[in-house]
């Protein structure tokens, strides 16, 4: 049997907008789980407040995984924000730029239990001040493929051209938050060059959107799964 795997939901995004791409993996063989997240579980991270209580639960889903289908390893699979909160949960550093309740638990190093990230459409860098200071921790702290018993690989989309026109704004927008230029190519959220990292896999595919909810095909629709499902097989 093939390595189990654990999606992480992007930004806000509750675990519902991923059954239709966990059914998809499981329909190819792959064991799936989708972290179990509510929009509710992502309201105290507003404002660039501390993400650990997603860590947490993507902590829970993996061990849950692991002893449910009795293995050592999973691979992760992060849509979006879910691909760097899931690079800050394999580091060995305590995530610590946050103020945290006395006497708890950290969730870290679960390096040991990954066998492969894949990222889906994950903004890696930001110049979004809310942001920013969640993924300057990450990119100070674990720069690039940083992991060397893990496995990366970014899948970015190219679909859409950042323009200040009509119908391209929110491109030009979103993207000029996330790299500090708006008039670039990406998913129509994440442009293409914030969604590779140096030192992984780094793959492009044409007429990918960013969401679930997008227009036309986004990462998890069956025909662009088939681009990249080989990383989670071997």
């Known amino acids: 049997m093939m390595l189990p795997t654990v999606i992480v939901p992007g930004y806000f995004a509750p675990a519902t907008e991923y059954q239709a791409f966990e059914q998809l993996l499981s329909q190819f063989s792959i064991p799936t789980v989708t972290v179990p997240l509510t929009k509710w579980d992502w309201v105290p991270t507003l404002g660039g407040r501390s993400i650990r209580p ?115 704004w929110l491109a030009y927008s979103s993207y000029e938050l996330t790299c500090g230029r708006g008039d670039c190519w990406g998913d129509g959220i994440t442009p293409v060059e914030s969604a590779h990292l140096a030192g992984a896999e780094n793959i492009t595919l044409e007429g990918v959107r960013h969401a679930p909810k997008s227009a036309g095909l986004w990462y998890g629709s069956p025909s662009v799964v088939e681009q990249w499902i080989d990383y989670l097989r071997d």
């Open 54 to 168: 997603i860590i947490d639960q993507i902590d829970r889903t993996v061990q849950d995984v692991r002893q449910r289908f009795n293995t050592a390893e999973v691979n992760l699979v992060g849509h979006s924000a879910g691909g760097w909160i899931a690079r800050i949960y394999l580091g060995a550093k305590a995530y610590d730029i946050h103020p945290e309740p006395a006497g708890s638990v950290q969730c870290w190093q679960a390096h040991q239990w990954v066998h492969r990230l894949i990222t889906l459409g994950t903004p890696h860098t930001s110049q979004e001040r809310w942001t920013r200071k969640n993924l300057d921790f990450v990119n100070t702290s674990y720069p690039g493929a940083f992991e060397p018993t893990v496995r990366y690989v970014c899948v970015a989309g190219r679909s859409v051209y950042g323009e200040k026109r009509l119908g391209q």
